[in-house]
C-alpha cells in the first residue's frame, strides 16, 4: 500500500510573490493524492487543514496511527472533524458503529470522538475515491450521509461569459452541522470553463480545490495570489490547489470539468466574500 503524509507550511504573499513557477506548485498545488490501494495526505498550516486521498483496491484502508501522530491525538478524529465526497466508484466507509455506502458523487461527514475509520470499494475494479478534508474542532455533532440530491444547488454564470455551472453545497451550515468545515463541489457546463469569476478572496477562510473530470490532456490554468499580483498553477486531472486566506482562487479549463470546495477558518458563511472588481485583476 502506496501511502505518504507531507506537511506544506503556510506562507506569506510578499514571498509567494517572489515565487518561480515551480516553487508556487511546490507549496500550494498537490499532484497525487490518489493512489490504487493508497491513502496520500497533505497537513497544511493553512488553518490546520488535512486534506486527504483514499483509494482502496481489495483491502479496505484505515486512517490509522501514523494520522494520529500527525495532529497529535490518540486517534485522528480526537479533537477534529472530517468531511468527504467520494469522486469514484461506489464505496463502504464503516466506523465505530456505523457502516456508510457511498456513491459517486455522496459526501459524508463524521464528527469529532469517531474512533475508528476505514474505506473499501464495493467493486476493486472500479475503485472509490475518497477526497477527505479534516479539520479542527470543538464539538461533536453527529455523522451525517449526505446524497448529491441533498445537497443544497445552485444555478450560476451564464454561457455568454463561458462561466456557466452548478453548485452544490453539502457540508453547509443549511444542511448539516460543523464546526468549522464547509465542503461542496461545482460542475462546469459543457462549452463553459471558468470557475469562480468574478474572482473573491476571503481573508477569513483559507480554502482547497480538488479538480476532478479533467479530460487527459486537458489542463486548468488556476490563478493565485492577491488580486493585484496573482500567478498561475497548471492543474491536471485529480490535483488540488492549497488556496491561503490573502488569495483569489479561479480558474478557466482547456474544457469543462468539476471540482470540489472546502473551506475552513472563523465562519461559516459561504456569502461571506470580498469580490475584486474585474479591473483590479494584475
Ligand atoms: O468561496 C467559495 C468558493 O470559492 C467556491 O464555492 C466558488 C465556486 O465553486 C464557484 O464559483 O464556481
Ligand atoms: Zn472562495
Not at 27 to 48: K, P, W
Request: a negative charge.
Amino acid at each position: 500500500m502506496q501511502s505518504s503524509i507531507t506537511v506544506r507550511h503556510a506562507v506569506h504573499y510578499t514571498q509567494s510573490e517572489t515565487m518561480t513557477g515551480s516553487a508556487l506548485r511546490e507549496n500550494f498545488l498537490i499532484e497525487e493524492l490518489f493512489s490504487a490501494g493508497g491513502a496520500n495526505a497533505v497537513y497544511t498550516h493553512y488553518d490546520r487543514l488535512l486534506l486527504i486521498g483514499v483509494m482502496p483496491d481489495r483491502a479496505a484502508i484505515s486512517l490509522g496511527e501514523d494520522m494520529a501522530r500527525v495532529v497529535g491525538g490518540e486517534f485522528l478524529l480526537e479533537r477534529r472533524e472530517l468531511g468527504l465526497i467520494n469522486i469514484g466508484g461506489p464505496g463502504i466507509v464503516r466506523t465505530d458503529d456505523a457502516v456508510f455506502e457511498i456513491g459517486f458523487q455522496d459526501a459524508l461527514y463524521l464528527g469529532m470522538g469517531t474512533r475508528s475509520i476505514s474505506f473499501e470499494s464495493a467493486d476493486p475494479s472500479a475503485p472509490a475515491k475518497f477526497y477527505i478534508n479534516s479539520a479542527p474542532a470543538h464539538a461533536a455533532f453527529p455523522a451525517r450521509q449526505i446524497r448529491k440530491a441533498e445537497a443544497i444547488e445552485l444555478n450560476l454564470g451564464d454561457g455568454q461569459t463561458s462561466n456557466k455551472r452548478t453548485l452544490y453545497q453539502y457540508i453547509h451550515p443549511d444542511v448539516v452541522e460543523s464546526c468549522q468545515l464547509l465542503m461542496g463541489m461545482t460542475r462546469l457546463e459543457p462549452g463553459s470553463v471558468w470557475n469562480t469569476m468574478p474572482a473573491h478572496t476571503h481573508d477569513r477562510r483559507m480554502e482547497a480545490y480538488l479538480y476532478f473530470e479533467v479530460p487527459k490532456d486537458a489542463f486548468v490554468v488556476h490563478l493565485m495570489g492577491r488580486p493585484e499580483a496573482t500567478g498561475h498553477l497548471i492543474v491536471r486531472d485529480e490535483q488540488a490547489v492549497i488556496s491561503p486566506p490573502w488569495s483569489v482562487h479561479c480558474g478557466a479549463g482547456t474544457s469543462a470539468y468539476a471540482f470540489i470546495w472546502s473551506m475552513a477558518g472563523d465562519n461559516k458563511s459561504f456569502k461571506d466574500m470580498d469580490f475584486v472588481p474585474m479591473g483590479d485583476i494584475r
